[in-house]
């Protein structure tokens, strides 16, 4: 699946408008996740793989909730911390930065249910008990995997 560079999605704009709009949020500026890319960026890349994969369900007949879905989405690594400093939790980044987004998510802003399963349930199944329980969660979680994967292998120089 191809990667938008440039340009926000319009409904990323409408639905995550409070999120993106956050002072605390834009802090995610700040923290690199793979490569150059930014935890930010990462978040709204994930945000915008969703919406792509909701296009081809809705093909399908099935129907997402898709402003739950692209606020779970921008929300569900909102932890504020470098991952990738030795110091801080690294080696357990992995199980707990869920947690960590959810309670930042809480603090500063009201979350439907379903945002919050998305954001709980995002690293499945390296959380094995938190197993999606609905279609936005499934669809945000391997979206998750795919932009992690482009930026990670991005990040790799050809040898
Ligand atoms: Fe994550
Ligand atoms: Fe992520």
Known sequence: MKQKKTGLHPKI????????????????????QHGSVSVHEHCLRVADTSLRINEKLKRLKMHLNERDMVRGALLHDYFLYDWHDKKARRKLHGFYHPGEALKNAERDFNLTKKEKNIIKQHMFPLT????????????????????????????RKPS
């Open 13 to 32: 704009r409408d639905y995550g408008k409070e999120i993106l709009d956050h002072e605390s949020y834009k802090g995610l500026k700040d923290f690199k």
């Open 128 to 155: 094995i008990t938190k197993i999606p329980t609905n279609r936005e969660s499934w669809v945000v979680s391997i979206a998750d995997k795919w932009c992690s994967l482009v930026e990670t292998v991005r990040m």
